[in-house]
């Protein structure tokens, strides 16, 4: 899954681009069928037929894929959520323990920058992780921010932002993942 998740922001850096989110910047909400998010406006919302280009990761589909429209380090930064059902009722954090994304084996290089507890503004509790990864020799080493959801009992969302390594303080990207909000 982490594999899937840095192919496509490696494949957001050529295709796009992005800079940190400046104390300008305006959130709005994006709806969508089964949930919403609030999203920065500079940053655009990549189309269907933008997404069907890229390889569907195993058991989940592709909900939403943005992404910067400037670039900062040869890097676009962007959010992208991915979904899939669940045969069993779980809460948010149930379903990150039972998906721990502790195999990083497949990195050429990781570094867990943390790893904590994490609420959601709804007061949904899980998990959020902020790391450093390499996939291959070919890249360079991007950070993200990853945590999960489920909605209605049955549906898990995994939400990644991909941003460039020079952003240190990842607190007002956190804040974008704490308004996903189940529809």
């Known amino acids: 899954m982490k594999k899937i998740i840095l192919l496509i922001s490696f494949f957001l850096f050529w295709c796009s681009s992005s800079t940190q989110l400046s104390t300008e910047d305006s959130l709005v909400v994006y709806k969508w069928d089964s949930f919403s998010i609030d999203i920065p406006s500079s940053w655009e919302v990549m189309d269907q037929s933008w997404i069907t280009n890229l390889s569907k990761p195993r058991d989940w589909n592709f ?10 380090w040869n890097f676009a930064n962007n959010l992208i959520i991915l979904s899939k059902d669940l045969d069993e009722v779980l809460t948010s954090y149930e379903f990150m323990w039972k998906n721990d994304p502790k195999d990083y084996t497949s990195y050429t290089y990781f570094l867990e920058d943390k790893a904590e507890d994490f609420q959601f503004n709804d007061w949904e ?3 959020l992780y902020v790391f450093s990864a390499k996939y291959n020799k070919d890249n360079d080493v991007l950070k993200f921010i990853q945590t999960w959801r ?4 049955k549906k898990s969302f995994f939400l990644t932002i991909g941003v460039s390594l020079n952003i240190k303080d990842t607190t007002k990207y956190e804040d974008i993942l704490k308004t996903f909000k189940c529809d």
């Not at 489920?150 to 009992?153: L, M, S």
């Open 63 to 72: 909900e939403l894929i943005v992404s910067s429209n400037t670039q900062d």
């Open 125 to 127: 509790k899980t998990k």
């Open 150 to 153: 489920i909605c209605n009992e």
